[in-house]
């Protein structure tokens, strides 16, 4: 029986798709629940999975292709078997791209020197440009009359030569072999379309404005150091420096509450909640799963969601309910190396706390010189709705709440 593969329902507002990568191809049987299409849309990537067991059979969209949802893509036979594949025969041995290059040089070569033509090598060439000389100005040393760059630097060290009276002779021609120049052409994914509309968005809508401090972060080591076995014994995941700066910044938002709000029309929306999204790297670029009613969390639930959100990220297993609503963004850069930033905010929400690499450095403490681990971060606010004094008191009790994590426990 021929069943329809159609494209599902990915959110109320998702009417358009993008066909990814087709997981099976014609002819190929699959499982009942098994993903045979990839599909992408602005927010989520999500897998078509076949409506039973059988074989696909036709597939009416390729990737790349836009569809609209309820539309058919492809076909399958329900219950069918895959058909025997025959043995396949080798392919001819295609000519590696390196080799292929290097004979059409050689080519080239041959049918230059055949008509008289000076080779300039690329080394050459650049020094010549550099130099402000011709070709024909230096002599050439290599094999098969090959000018080479050793032979530009030998000229441009040698002393002029004397004018000579006899007729210069006929000036031959030259060729520059040069290596290839390739561009690739890949179109921009739904999502990563979104991702530079609201960025743009927020850009041209916002009033963005960044503060910064920096933390001593040798208390919150400390406790991750000392707790650290315990914790992972009991709960099987690490202890983190997220779900500490999670905890600080629901302790902030909650003395700030501009930070956590956001502007709707002419009103300003307070929320007593906090949804905080982090950032996260995924396999199709960056996305900000959230939180969900962070400020009810312990610091165990918060590391097992992260774990888990950045396990779905990786495997562009999220859904649109995970990637929308959040009042408030955490974006780590430390862990790609980043020293200072300034984050941009991810509309409608105001306000987005931006961490980095910790280094240790000296600093002045009680009168004396030490070495610490420290950490710069960076509030970027919309200053629309938030004045320059709840952003760096906001920062600064951040700062506070690290730098003696207790204050979060005793809540002073």
Same mark, same amino acid.
């Given at each position: 029986?021929s069943?329809?593969?159609k494209?599902?329902s990915?959110?109320?507002?998702?009417?358009?798709?993008?066909?990814?990568?087709?997981?099976?191809?014609?002819?190929?049987?699959?499982?009942?629940?098994?993903?045979?299409?990839?599909?992408?849309?602005?927010?989520?990537?999500?897998?078509?999975?076949?409506?039973?067991?059988g074989?696909?059979?036709? $597939?009416?969209?390729?990737k790349g292709?836009?569809?609209?949802?309820?539309?058919?893509?492809?076909?399958?036979?329900?219950?069918?078997?895959?058909?025997?594949?025959?043995?396949?025969?080798?392919?001819p041995?295609?000519?590696?791209?390196?080799?292929a290059?290097?004979g059409?040089?050689?080519?080239?070569?041959?049918?230059?020197?055949?008509?008289g033509e000076? =080779?300039? $090598?690329?080394?050459?060439a650049?020094?010549?440009?550099?130099?402000?000389?011709?070709?024909?100005?230096v002599?050439?040393?290599?094999p098969?009359?090959?000018?080479?760059?050793?032979?530009?630097?030998?000229?441009?060290?040698?002393?002029?030569?004397?004018?000579?009276?006899?007729?210069?002779?006929a000036?031959?021609?030259?060729?520059?072999?040069?290596?290839?120049?390739?561009?690739?052409?890949?179109?921009?994914?739904?999502?990563?379309?979104?991702?530079?509309?609201r960025?743009?968005?927020?850009?041209?809508?916002?009033?963005?404005l960044?503060?910064?401090?920096?933390?001593?972060?040798?208390?919150?080591?400390?406790?991750r150091?000392?707790?650290?076995?315990r914790?992972?014994?009991?709960?099987?995941?690490?202890?983190?420096?997220?779900?500490?700066?999670?905890?600080?910044?629901?302790d902030?938002?909650? $003395?700030?509450?501009?930070?956590?709000?956001?502007i709707r029309?002419?009103?300003?929306?307070?929320?007593?909640?906090?949804d905080?999204g982090?950032?996260?790297?995924?396999?199709?670029?960056?996305?900000?799963?959230?939180?969900?009613?962070a400020?009810?969390?312990?610091?165990?639930? =918060?590391?097992?969601a992260?774990a888990?959100?950045?396990?779905?990220?990786?495997?562009?297993?999220l859904?649109?309910?995970?990637?929308?609503?959040?009042?408030?963004?955490?974006?780590?850069?430390?862990?790609?190396?980043?020293?200072?930033?300034?984050?941009?905010?991810?509309?409608?929400q105001?306000?987005?706390?931006?961490?980095?690499? =910790?280094?240790?450095?000296?600093?002045?403490?009680?009168?004396?010189?030490?070495i610490?681990?420290?950490m710069?971060?960076?509030?970027?606010?919309?200053?629309?709705?938030?004045?320059?004094?709840?952003?760096?008191?906001?920062l600064?009790?951040?700062?506070?709440?690290?730098?003696?994590?207790?204050r $979060?426990?005793?809540?002073?």
């Amino acid at each position: 029986m021929s069943v329809e593969l159609k494209v599902p329902s990915v959110g109320e507002s998702i009417t358009e798709v993008q066909i990814g990568d087709w997981l099976k191809g014609a002819g190929d049987a699959v499982r009942a629940d098994e993903g045979v299409v990839v599909i992408e849309t602005d927010k989520v990537t999500v897998e078509l999975p076949a409506p039973s067991a059988g074989v696909v059979t036709k $597939m009416l969209k390729k990737k790349g292709d836009k569809a609209m949802v309820g539309e058919t893509i492809g076909y399958m036979e329900a219950g069918a078997a895959a058909p025997a594949k025959a043995e396949a025969k080798p392919a001819p041995k295609a000519e590696a791209p390196a080799a292929a290059a290097k004979g059409a040089e050689k080519s080239t070569e041959k049918s230059a020197e055949k008509s008289g033509e000076k =080779i300039v $090598m690329p080394a050459a060439a650049r020094e010549l440009a550099q130099r402000g000389l011709d070709a024909t100005q230096v002599a050439a040393s290599g094999p098969g009359g090959r000018l080479l760059k050793e032979d530009v630097l030998k000229h441009t060290s040698a002393p002029a030569a004397p004018a000579a009276a006899a007729p210069a002779p006929a000036t031959p021609k030259v060729q520059v072999l040069a290596g290839a120049r390739e561009e690739q052409i890949v179109p921009l994914t739904p999502m990563r379309k979104r991702i530079a509309e609201r960025l743009v968005q927020a850009q041209h809508t916002a009033a963005i404005l960044s503060t910064f401090n920096e933390i001593d972060m040798t208390n919150a080591m400390a406790l991750r150091k000392q707790h650290q076995e315990r914790f992972v014994e009991k709960y099987k995941v690490k202890l983190g420096f997220m779900s500490l700066f999670v905890r600080a910044t629901i302790d902030a938002l909650r $003395m700030y509450p501009q930070v956590n709000a956001e502007i709707r029309g002419d009103a300003v929306v307070y929320k007593n909640y906090c949804d905080v999204g982090i950032a996260v790297g995924g396999g199709k670029g960056l996305v900000v799963p959230i939180l969900r009613n962070a400020e009810r969390l312990g610091f165990a639930e =918060i590391e097992l969601a992260i774990a888990d959100l950045a396990k779905k990220a990786q495997d562009n297993k999220l859904s649109l309910d995970e990637l929308t609503g959040g009042t408030f963004t955490i974006s780590n850069g430390g862990i790609y190396g980043s020293l200072l930033s300034t984050p941009i905010l991810n509309p409608p929400q105001s306000g987005i706390l931006g961490l980095h690499a =910790i280094q240790d450095r000296p600093i002045a403490l009680n009168g004396q010189v030490v070495i610490r681990p420290m950490m710069y971060v960076a509030l970027s606010y919309d200053h629309r709705i938030i004045d320059g004094r709840e952003a760096v008191s906001f920062l600064k009790r951040i700062k506070e709440c690290m730098e003696d994590p207790a204050r $979060m426990l005793l809540e002073i």
